[in-house]
């Protein structure tokens, strides 16, 4: 059974860092990524990780902002944001699945087989 669970989330002011991490099980996954979604928007894809290629990718909107982070050993992703603006509120949800990513298909949330619950992140002054 594959669980995903989200922390780090919470209230920030703008230009404010946060670091989100996600738990996942012992299960091999070929890759990891970062959603959000706020009110009355459609999820969106802000970070993914491909685990045999290492390679990572970003929105247009979070690049040079946010850095994924795969920790392997310890069974862990994280998501460190900096400059942080009141447009990246949002539930952040941790991703993983078994289908292989690339640079067109990273952000499309059918790619991804199991979903954390979520974690709110607030910018605001």
């Known amino acids: 059974q594959v669980q995903l669970v989200e922390s780090g989330g919470g209230l920030v002011q703008p230009g404010g860092t946060l670091r989100l991490s996600c738990s996942t099980t012992s299960f091999t996954l070929n890759h990891y990524g970062w959603f959000r979604q706020a009110p009355g928007k459609e999820r969106e894809g802000v970070s993914g990780f491909s685990s045999p290629s290492g390679a990572t990718y970003y929105s247009d909107s979070v690049k040079g902002r946010f850095t994924i982070v795969r920790d392997s050993p310890n069974d862990m992703l994280y998501l460190q944001m900096d400059a942080l603006k009141p447009e990246d509120t949002a539930v952040y949800y941790c991703?993983?699945?078994?289908?292989?990513?690339?640079?067109?298909?990273?952000?499309?949330?059918?790619?991804?087989?199991?979903w954390g619950q979520g974690t709110q992140v607030t910018v605001s002054s």
């Open positions: 991703a993983a699945g078994l289908p292989p990513i690339h640079e067109n298909n990273w952000n499309l949330p059918r790619m991804y087989n199991y």
